[in-house]
């Protein structure tokens, strides 16, 4: 369903309430719009993104790999944001699922992130967690 005008007011509703959104509410915001892939939703991803710069230290491994993910599909890519991203995902990588370390891995590659410690710490939680990994996982961590 791509109805412009209900995408308007949504847009417009977040920009007026924007600083009562939670880490969770800014990775649900973004994560929808990525869903749609509407054409707009990068610009609306840029927001979140800075809003959710602010907020790093409060994001838990979830919230964090499904704001990447969004970010990653609608090919948004805000520099404060990605290196503020990078730094939790490091801080957090003992709380990510098999699931959670696959997307962040393809989060990195879709965006062609150039992140060494990033990318050393994902492949050691990959490492760690290799038994649990699914074919799908697999892949999308190769």
């Known amino acids: 369903l791509h109805h412009v005008p ?6 417009a509703a977040w920009r007026r309430r924007a600083d009562e959104f939670e880490a969770q ?3 649900n915001v973004a994560w929808g719009w990525a869903a749609l892939e509407l ?10 993104a800075d809003r959710a710069r602010q907020q790093m230290s409060t994001f838990r491994a979830l919230p964090l790999t499904n ?3 969004a970010s990653a599909v609608l090919r948004c890519r805000p520099e404060g944001f990605m290196t503020a991203a990078s730094e939790r995902t490091q801080q957090l990588i003992h709380e990510h699922n098999p699931q959670q370390i696959a ?5 990195v590659a879709k ?6 410690p990033l990318h050393e710490c994902l492949r050691a939680a990959t490492a760690a967690a290799l038994a649990q990994f699914d074919g799908q996982k697999l892949a999308n961590s190769a």
Request: cysteine-free.
């Open 111 to 116: 965006l062609s992130l150039q992140n060494p």
């Open 25 to 27: 509410s800014l990775a």
């Open 6 to 11: 209900l995408f308007a007011a949504v847009r």
């Open 67 to 69: 704001l990447l993910w």
């Open 103 to 107: 997307n962040s891995f393809w989060t």
């Open 39 to 48: 054409r707009s939703g990068s610009s609306l991803m840029a927001e979140v």
